[in-house]
C-alpha cells in the first residue's frame, strides 16, 4: 500500500506570511495533484502534475514537483484569510487507484 | 457549472438502521467513488464504479454496499448501521483516466447514535 505523507499537519500563520506544505512518498507517483477543502464542503481540484520537475503557478500558489516524483510541495505567497482550509495531496501510482494524504489543516489568521 | 450532488448534508440515524446516502453528477462521468473522511485517517475508499452496473470493492468496504444501476447516480447503502460508521461521507466522479481529477460533492455528514 502506497503512503502519502503530508507536513506539517497543521500550521496556522498570519495574514501576508508565506508557508510551504509538503506531501512526500517512497513510491514514484505516475502524477500528483492537490486538492483544497474548505469547512462543510468537499474537495476542489487545485492542480495536477505529471512531469518530474515540473513547477505550475495558480496565482498567489506555487506548485512543484521532485525531480524523482517522489514529493511535491506547495508554496503560497502572502497568505489570505481565503486561503485558510484543508490542503489534500493525492498521487497516482498508475494502478488505477489513487492514494489521498491526510493533509495539512491551514488557519489564516487576519 | 458541473456538479455531484449529495441528496443529505446531514443524516442522523439510530444503530442498525439501513442508510441510503445518495449521488448524482450531471457530467456524464463514468468513474463514480465513495470515500468516508476520519480525522486523522484522510479519505478511505470505500467502493468505486467504472460503469453502470459495475461496481469495484475499495479499502474498506465492510459493512457497506453500493448500486449504480444509471449512469449518473451511485448510491451507497450502510446494510446494518452502526456508530463506528459515523463520519463524513464524500461521493467523488471523474471520466476516464484518473489524471482529470475529481469533481467532488459537498458531502454527507452522518450520525449514527
Known amino acids: 500500500t502506497q503512503l502519502l505523507e503530508q507536513s506539517p499537519q497543521f500550521l496556522s500563520i498570519q495574514e501576508g506570511e508565506n508557508l510551504t506544505v509538503y506531501c512526500n512518498s517512497s513510491?514514484?507517483?505516475?502524477?500528483l495533484q492537490w486538492y483544497r477543502q474548505e469547512p462543510g464542503e468537499g474537495p476542489v481540484l487545485l492542480v495536477t502534475?505529471?512531469?518530474?520537475?515540473e513547477v505550475k503557478k495558480l496565482k498567489r500558489l506555487t506548485f512543484q514537483f521532485g525531480d524523482a516524483r517522489k514529493d511535491s510541495s506547495l508554496h503560497i505567497t502572502a497568505a489570505q484569510p481565503g486561503d485558510t482550509g484543508l490542503y489534500l495531496c493525492?498521487?497516482?501510482?498508475?494502478?488505477?487507484?489513487?492514494?489521498f494524504g491526510t493533509g495539512t489543516r491551514l488557519t489564516i489568521i487576519p | 457549472d458541473v456538479k455531484v450532488t449529495q441528496s443529505s448534508r446531514y443524516l442522523v440515524k439510530r444503530t442498525g438502521e439501513k442508510v441510503f446516502l445518495e449521488c448524482v453528477q450531471d457530467?456524464?462521468?463514468?468513474?463514480m467513488f465513495w470515500y468516508r473522511q476520519d480525522p486523522g485517517l484522510g479519505l478511505r475508499l470505500i467502493y468505486f464504479?467504472?460503469?453502470?452496473?459495475?461496481?469495484e470493492k475499495g479499502d474498506i468496504p465492510e459493512g457497506y454496499s453500493v448500486s449504480r444501476e444509471k449512469k449518473e447516480r451511485f448510491s451507497l447503502i450502510l446494510e446494518s448501521a452502526s456508530t463506528n460508521q459515523t463520519s463524513m461521507y464524500l461521493c467523488?466522479?471523474?471520466?476516464?483516466?484518473?489524471?482529470?481529477?475529481?469533481?467532488f460533492g459537498s458531502g454527507t455528514r452522518l450520525t449514527v447514535v
Open positions: 502534475v505529471v512531469t518530474g520537475g
Open positions: 493525492v498521487g497516482f501510482f498508475g494502478n488505477e487507484k489513487l492514494t
Open positions: 457530467m456524464d462521468h463514468e468513474n
Open positions: 513510491s514514484v507517483f505516475s502524477s
Open positions: 464504479s467504472y460503469d453502470v452496473k459495475m461496481k
Open positions: 467523488a466522479s471523474t471520466i476516464q483516466g484518473l489524471d482529470y481529477g475529481y469533481t
